[in-house]
């Protein structure tokens, strides 16, 4: 009986030919050019969309529609809401100019990224770990980092219920400003997380006095989250779903691991990191485009439906409102 031996000599006939030379890849300390301080992100929603990439540009084709093309170098991240194609090649492209790929949750939550490996190097990432270890003096480091984030997405909430006409605004805007403060002296994080619920808690008591006749039929009513139970609050969380792409693109700039942040604890698909960095820019951002959007009546008042467990879902042209609103935001 002939019986194959894997650790016997390979006869000189039958050696392989030489493998050709592997590219070394790119040298962390020569980084290639990134994207062009003008880039903006490109946010796919179409589930039958082809994104592809050609002579430095992005291109996206749907059948029976026309293509949209954006040149490559202005293009700083690509965010794919569902489950359109986009080709290895294109994603090699930008991976290879610094861009990420996003892809995320129909809702728009992101659930996984690519980033180039030559631009995440490991010190800052080192550092984020040990920040969240340990720390010096009385307050660790980690829960300092947690409690400046609170601090300022009250502040800037602060900012928002400035600019608005409402009914004891004065009041309130102190109120708040005691509550950063409070935040910023949080002994730990069950305690820091109490002083964010109570200023959210007065925050949203008067979120529908900041939405006009404009808006229709849209009104607040209560927050609700999982799922959101009212057209509104299936605006606010698909305006932070995008909002977290984004600063988990920054996270992946920066080489910090998105899943370990100091504010929201660490679960199993959780950009924790992301999560943590977005709170300050909720109010300024996510809150005030959807305001925005409201107060235009740019919104469809039927642009909305109802899902499994009475959740509320966004028509996509709805969404694609939206998502511009949120951009020219990030842009000034």
């Excluded at 009986?1 to 890849?25: H, R």
């Excluded at 485009?289 to 996509?316: K, P, T």
């Amino acid at each position: 009986m002939n019986l194959w031996n894997p650790f016997a000599p390979t006869p000189p006939a039958e050696q392989p030919s030489a493998m050709p030379e592997l590219d070394p890849g790119p040298n962390e300390d020569e980084l290639r050019p990134g994207p062009a301080p003008a880039a903006l992100p490109v946010h796919v929603l179409a589930g039958d969309a082809l994104v592809r990439c050609g002579e430095g540009r992005l291109i996206i084709e749907r059948p029976d529609e026309e293509t949209i093309e954006r040149p490559l170098s202005f293009v700083s991240a690509l965010h794919v809401h569902g489950w359109a194609t986009v080709t290895a090649p294109c994603i090699r492209d930008l991976l290879g100019q610094g861009t990420p790929v996003v892809w995320r949750s129909p809702g728009g939550y992101p659930v996984g990224y690519s980033a180039p490996l030559d631009r995440a190097g490991l010190t800052a990432r080192r550092m984020q770990y040990k920040a969240a270890q340990s720390g010096s003096g009385s307050k660790p480091t980690g829960l300092q980092i947690a409690c400046e984030f609170v601090a300022a997405k009250i502040d800037n909430t602060r900012e928002l219920v400035r600019r608005r006409e409402l009914p004891n605004r004065e009041q309130l805007r102190r109120s708040l400003k005691m509550s950063a403060r409070k935040a910023l002296r949080a002994r730990n994080l069950d305690e820091l997380r109490g002083y964010e619920g109570s200023a959210a808690a007065l925050y949203y008591s008067v979120f529908d006095d900041m939405i006009g006749a404009q808006a229709g039929d849209l009104s607040f009513e209560n927050r609700s989250k999982r799922p959101p139970r009212n057209a509104l609050n299936a605006m606010l969380s698909y305006a932070y779903a995008v909002l977290a792409g984004e600063c988990l693109c920054a996270v992946a700039a920066a080489g910090l691991d998105p899943r370990l942040g100091f504010l929201h604890s660490e679960r199993a698909g959780r950009p924790a990191l992301a999560l943590d960095i977005m709170e300050p820019f909720r109010p300024l951002v996510a809150e005030a485009s959807v305001l925005a959007g409201l107060n235009r009546g740019q919104f469809a008042q039927d642009g909305f439906s109802s899902g499994e467990g009475g959740r509320v879902l966004m028509s996509g042209h709805n969404r694609k409102i939206l998502i511009g609103l949120l951009e020219q935001r990030l842009d000034r």
